[in-house]
């Protein structure tokens, strides 16, 4: 992962740009890039975005070693003393820059292998967990294990990436990092949705 990009992007996004609120990130400074919507597509305006863009893209893809994938969201978040995070679903990457966090990885394992559960109602299941533990003050002196998670100090030198889990994310205040978020496998792939592309504007020319 090229941080010397990502943190170019960062200090230009917060001298330049409006914070926004993200129902995500509670009582956080968010910076919206990009999000992948089924009938929208935004992409910001941004100029250093707009030249950084492809070259970060290609980063999360080449540390997830998969080009094919397709990233749906990338939001910069600056955390104040009282942001509070909704869990980081599925699919979904953290990528910190500065500053202190604690994440809690939930797993679903022990429900589908000891309770015979299916993933979905696993997966569901920490969810709902996660979104209990929300509010915590100081999640470094919870027994994760306790509650089929694993709890650690975030490095701002690894990005995170969850695959099918879930996690809880607690920056401290001035924390900076990205969050994004990419198609579940079962969803089309980049070079689906560039076919698909191409062949709209064949079946739309007009003679």
């Not at 599925?90 to 429900?111: E, F, K, M």
Request: proline letters at 5%; glycine letters at 4%.
């Amino acid at each position: 992962m090229n941080y010397e990009r990502l943190n170019k992007l960062a200090k230009e996004a917060v001298k330049y740009m409006n914070p926004e609120n993200d129902w995500r990130f509670i009582h956080a400074d968010s910076y919206t890039f990009y999000n992948l919507l089924p009938n929208n597509n935004y992409s910001s305006s941004f100029p250093m975005w707009k030249e950084l863009h492809n070259e970060i893209f290609n980063d999360i893809r080449t540390s997830l070693n998969d080009q094919g994938l397709v990233i749906n969201n990338f939001t910069l978040v600056k955390a104040t003393p009282y942001t509070i995070c909704h869990p980081i679903r599925s699919y979904g990457g953290v990528i910190t820059l500065s500053g202190d966090a604690y994440g809690a990885v939930r797993s679903w394992n022990n429900y589908t292998e000891k309770e015979g559960w299916s993933y979905e109602k696993a997966y569901r299941r920490t969810e709902e967990m996660a979104e209990r533990c929300m509010h915590m003050h100081a999640p470094h002196l919870v027994r994760w294990g306790d509650m089929n998670a694993f709890g650690f100090e975030v490095s701002t030198e690894k990005p995170i990436f969850l695959g099918d889990r879930c996690m809880n994310y607690y920056p401290k205040e001035g924390c900076m990092f990205y969050y994004y978020r990419v198609n579940p496998p079962s969803a089309p792939r980049l070079d689906d949705i560039k076919t698909r592309a191409a062949e709209f504007t064949t079946e739309t020319k007009y003679d």
